[in-house]
């Protein structure tokens, strides 16, 4: 589903983020954007997404694709299948770029705008092909956020919808097609009602914006990072469901609609107001750090959701499966003659303790992971683990040699002990990249049957793999510090 | 701070939330509420809450508060220190309430009501000593939001909002002082917006409750969650700053808010439309079922932004502090003739993996944390810590001897192997409270410099507990299983 050559026309926040997107899933990407500084800008935040990409997930990541700046529109869009336009919100400029766009782009590209407010129909009213257009309304950060709102127009062709879903959902986003078109569509008319009564709150000097975010984080804002406005008040409702909590509430709720429903006037005396206290709330921290802070909290809000197998994790979930899958598929090229490469990630900041340093328990989660790795080498995958078999760990020795701290990147090679029965004995060495030795882990595993929950006998071909990788790995050294016992001398 | 006794009149399940956030806290309750159910509805709301908090935090919890129903207000309120108004929003009803509380209360009590949007000058404009009451708006589900708005009348005294923050923030609340009284205040001024804007969005056929709820939860909602709306555009306008961003898109901004600003009918079509939308969304799962997925989500991301340093991980680490400081004072009575009990918990459900069990990394983190508890008892707290003392572990030993699932009650003992200079051994014995033996950790320790990352003596006062625990646990049975290398014969 995944293209394999994209264009983006405009480097901007968004158009840099969705380049980040896109080549951190091998595709390859041409941009154009004529502003000078376009290169810094554009390189600024694939250093932020590189940061985050190398948190977001345990599994190994793809190849990059590679990217490149263009003089022209032109030699951007030449062989992409997949066109995203994010230049300035100017109905006029828009169509300009879309002319200039299907001049040179194959007739079968999908051509997406990135507006976050102007109508699919009007965009396209002149294209010479405006079935293959649509609006791709994604969200800061794009290299991380997985919602991306679709929006056809009168002329789009519902295949185009289809092909932009299977496209993003491939990049580990959540599309949402949008229906019926309406100005700034569903999220952005969500959020606008907030920014306006926000306005009117601080117009009136009724809270600063720091005491209006701090409405929003320590208390809605944590329900509607799990479930939306809906699903929220239906709990409200009780076991009686929504229609009991509209007649309860309904009326109460009437009440405050039918004040202050103007506009604020966005004065010079208000914009002095909310850019003072906004210095004064976040002026303590540069936009790159208040975006590193954003992005570290976006990714630990998604893996917290994941373990609990709900709403954007699930989506974050997904995208893991997908890259354990294709990780799987390179096994069958691993060298078994030495010890097998089972881990390459960096540490995440929650990953330390009070000393400054990756904690002890995450060691052995990296050898957890390790041996998770090593067994989908030998079959042990999801598929199998679904038939009602896995292995336990049964006993385990760890050398703790060296601290490691936040950020650093870290390997796990994985040589086989032992194999044979139920059997499996395992010896991890966690390493820096830069080749310093972290910590040994020294694992017995037993075959089970998840049903009884006692050990039983591996399956035909898992055996098999197993016997030709010991037959092998029975010819490397043993490792050293194998069969220690805790506080055993040398 | 905390109360030693509160009086809770109204057990819906805002009046619930609040009882049991309070006896969590130790507070003795006293509940009013006329309903013939009260009880078995506040039941249900504390086996929510009971399930939640042990869930919350690695501390151990602190001693249960009692909580009774009470046949009428005078006997609620005699006698309590913090008295929370809970009674369905009538501006009559609460303050024919008041009056009754008022007859009976001490004058020295603190007053607190409830209520999402009266104003508090109206509700204490018949109270006899309106100075002692105030308005603190908590948010569903209050047991768990940190959120609390506190707002006074215009004859609340300032000492009454000052003594009311410190009693929130001690029960592991946010207290965020509204300093002008208006209509439904900050948050819920913020949500009513978003909601006018979602019913015309069902109203007009955009979008259904579960395409809004998804442009919420998998996008902007995640952002919410850790920052507000100030800060999000902050990061929007790059590092010229929220005037650049005001600048920039208040133009943008400004032409969809000349749109839909009338309120739409909640006539009997559209909550009919709302009602069968929302069964379609989330009538899969029971009311109970949505709570309880709602608390482990909010757990899990303030567990996610606890480790980030951030918002509503903030508030949770502090209140776990607490708990740890009031875990650490308990520590004094603690008999060493025996192993000690270094870890009382439940597992939780982000601890099991594909194999429907604790993960083997979570057994090293029970192990990590006992060894913590035991060190804290040995003098090494975050205060020796802060001097630049530690102990790093050095190798580990584990026996995985049976499984636990999630939500199963587990506890650890710990014995001291061997102290003596740089070193500390321990053995920790992980069982399920039932009594069985899950796993057992041996580990070796030194003592470290955390300025020079090398090996150092302990301070005296530390190696004198350590040697004080040593002649009474060298009179301990040495513990099977100890020494042991991976796959060792028996």
Known sequence: ????????????????????????????????????DAHDKLEAVFANAERAYAKLTMAARGGKGEWRLCGTIDEAVAGAQLIIEAVPERLELKRKVYSEIEAAADEGALIASSTSGLLPTDLQAEMAHPARFLVAHPFNPVYLLPLVELVGGEKTASEAIERAKAIFAGMG?????????????????????????????????????????????????????????????????????????????????????????????????????????????????????LERIRDDNLIAIMQALKANEWGAGNTLAAYEAKL??????????????????????????????????????????????????????????????????????????????????????IVALTQLIDAGGKKMHLFHKLFHRDGGLLATGEHLLLHVSLETRSTSEPAAHVAAKL????????????????????????
Chains 1, 2 share one sequence.
């Open 173 to 289: 986003m959540h599309p949402l097609h949008i229906k019926k078109e309406i100005d700034a569509f569903v999220a952005d008319r969500l959020m606008e009602a907030m920014w306006r009564e926000a306005l009117w709150l601080v117009n009136d000097g009724i809270a600063s914006t720091e005491e209006i975010d701090d409405a929003v984080r320590y208390g809605f804002g944590l329900r509607y990072a799990q479930m939306g406005i809906f699903e929220t008040f239906r709990i409200a409702g009780g076991e009686a469901g929504m229609r009991h909590f509209l007649d309860q509430f309904g009326p109460a709720l009437a009440w405050p609609w039918t004040k202050l429903m103007d506009v604020p006037d966005l004065n010079e005396a208000l914009v002095e107001t909310i850019a003072s206290q906004s210095d004064a709330q976040s002026g303590g921290h540069s936009i790159r750090e």
């Open 324 to 409: 354990f899958d294709s990780g799987a598929a390179k096994s069958d090229a691993v060298d078994f003659s030495q010890p097998v490469t089972t881990l390459e990630r960096t540490v995440p900041p929650d990953w330390t303790d009070y000393n400054n340093h990756m904690n002890e328990a995450r060691y052995l989660q990296c050898f957890g992971d390790a041996t998770d790795a090593f067994m989908r080498m030998m079959g042990v995958d999801a598929d199998y683990i679904a038939t009602g078999n896995s292995f336990f760990t049964v006993e385990t020795h760890i050398r703790h040699l060296d601290e490691v701290r936040v950020n650093e990147p």
């Open 467 to 490: 016997a030709e990788v010991m037959a092998l790995h029975a010819k490397l050294p043993v490792p050293e510090g194998i069969g220690r016992a805790v506080g055993q001398k040398r």
């Open 1 to 36: 589903m995944t293209p394999s050559k994209a264009a983006v026309i405009g480097g901007g926040v968004i158009g840099a983020g969705w380049v980040a997107r896109l080549i951190e899933n091998g595709v390859e990407v041409a941009v154009f954007d004529p502003a000078p």
